[in-house]
């Protein structure tokens, strides 16, 4: 009798066991599908550290939790951690090939910007047999697969006479630094950067949650032949907004863009002179005397990069208004006696149906640089194109060219006046202080200026 009494306690205690077992495993599981929402709620709002966090504590509960190593690879991505990114996407590939639609796409980005040609071409194919036409489309899929065809063979040759120097930690930080600018003379660098210096101090909740844009200048200490260290402090230049360096003008004077909550429109081109009390004048819209032709260059749509010629004749910039190709396109207008023209569009051998994203026009006047991601002969993402001839015969756009175009992103490019130096804001694996960095580029073997 007293077997009998125990074996019914056991059975009772192991069915206890195994319920609460299952009670606690199916907690445990509606606790990572309410985390794995929160995740990806933070990610859609651009909030991509918090959303990686909450992806990572999924992790560590469940390391086999497919649809968090998908987020965590998305995120690593967005953070430009290939490496991290391509370890977490792998995992997810492993344990649940259908873990997320767009799993192969994610993939087949990562090799890409790694460099890996196969492994990219075979994912970005196995996502063609998936993916709906909508998003192959979106994606850009077929020109992907161009550009890897396009860089595979164009990095064959690694000996270059280019070489690329980065900056250095006094003007670079472990924030982005991009847009770098050399006035004419040389003497002054312009360029934006968003660290926790930046005024305000405050980053964007309603977009990516990085700290808003600054611009900062250096001088050249010819004495210590040096760029002596940066500053922000430019009177009005800087708001607790967007700001961010464009291009000097021919008098030293400079063309900036400004996102400023209920001032500006998407985004807006402007110009600040220097004045005879050492101090900086308030922005004003690019053209602000003429308001007509100022009001047709900032749009209501997005402008957000600009270059004008040593001679004032022709402005170039970039806007994303509706009669563009792609996203972003480059338009310019013409000075008519003391007017301008209405904006024209640069046209379809330089305009893409991708991101034209930043365009300059050398003081030379004879070679229009500019950054694009929607050619078929692409290393792969952005990539920096020029053409030479004149504003009204620009020949076709020439690639830039290995090693200053890489798979990664190559989007603001500035040029010295005697051409032999580039200015690239950029993600080369050269003394990189942790994002884009300012990397100065020797490119006289180039000889633009004899094209």
């Known amino acids: 009798m007293k077997k009998k009494i125990t074996l019914l306690f056991f059975l009772l205690n192991i069915g206890i066991i195994i319920s609460y077992g299952?009670?606690?495993?199916?907690?445990?599981?509606?606790?990572?599908?309410?985390?794995?929402?929160?995740?990806?709620?933070f990610f859609f709002q651009g909030n991509i550290k918090t959303a990686l966090l909450s992806f990572k504590e999924i992790i560590a509960l469940n390391p086999l939790n497919a649809k968090a190593q998908f987020g965590a690879a998305s995120c690593y991505y967005k953070l430009k951690d290939y490496k991290n990114a391509q370890y977490h996407a792998e995992i997810s590939l492993e344990n649940d090939p259908k873990a997320d639609d767009e799993l192969h796409y994610l993939l087949g980005e990562i090799y890409f910007r790694e460099a890996q040609y196969e492994k990219a071409i075979n994912h970005y194919e196995r996502y063609q047999g998936i993916g709906t036409k909508l998003k192959l489309k979106e994606n850009q899929i077929e020109l992907k697969?161009?550009?890897?065809?396009?860089?595979?063979?164009?990095?064959k040759d690694k000996n270059s006479p280019i070489t690329i120097t980065n900056m250095g930690s006094k003007l670079n930080s472990k924030g982005p630094e991009y847009a770098p600018s050399i006035s004419n003379d040389g003497k002054y660098l312009m360029f934006t950067s968003r660290r926790p210096d930046t005024k305000g101090g405050n980053v964007d909740q309603y977009f990516d949650h990085q700290y808003f844009s600054d611009i900062y200048l250096s001088k050249w200490d010819s004495i210590n032949s040096s760029w002596s260290s940066p500053s922000n402090k430019l009177g009005k230049i800087n708001t607790d907004y967007y700001d961010a360096s464009l291009s000097f003008k021919p008098d030293n004077s400079i063309i900036i863009y400004r996102n400023i909550l209920d001032v500006t429109k998407s985004g807006d081109i402007y110009e600040a002179s220097y004045n005879k009390n050492d101090s900086w004048n308030s922005p004003k819209p690019i053209l602000y005397k003429n308001k007509e032709v100022s009001n047709k260059i900032n749009s209501s749509y997005f402008e957000s990069s600009a270059s004008i010629?040593?001679?004032?004749?022709?402005?170039?910039?970039?806007?994303?208004?509706?009669?563009g190709l792609g996203k972003t396109d480059i338009y310019y207008v013409k000075k008519n006696d003391k007017t301008y023209s209405d904006p024209i569009h640069l046209g379809d051998d330089i305009n893409t149906n991708g991101d034209e994203k930043c365009v300059f026009i050398h003081p030379s006047g004879e070679i229009l640089f500019f950054t694009s991601n929607g050619r078929e002969d692409s290393f792969g993402s952005y990539d920096i194109y020029y053409c030479t001839g004149g504003p009204e015969n620009w020949s076709k756009p020439v690639n830039l060219g290995y090693p200053i175009n890489t798979t990664l992103e190559e989007k603001t490019i500035n040029v010295s006046s005697d051409g032999n130096t580039a200015y690239v804001g950029g993600y080369y694996k050269i003394n990189n202080q942790g994002d884009a960095d300012l990397y100065k580029i020797n490119i006289s073997s180039l000889k633009l200026l004899t094209k």
């Not at 697969?145 to 990095?155: H, R």
């Not at 010629?309 to 009669?323: G, K, M, N």
């Open 22 to 41: 299952q009670k606690n495993n199916v907690l445990s599981k509606t606790k990572s599908q309410i985390k794995l929402t929160e995740a990806k709620q």
């Open 145 to 155: 697969l161009k550009q890897i065809n396009y860089s595979k063979n164009a990095t």
């Open 309 to 323: 010629t040593q001679d004032e004749s022709y402005i170039y910039f970039v806007s994303e208004r509706a009669s």
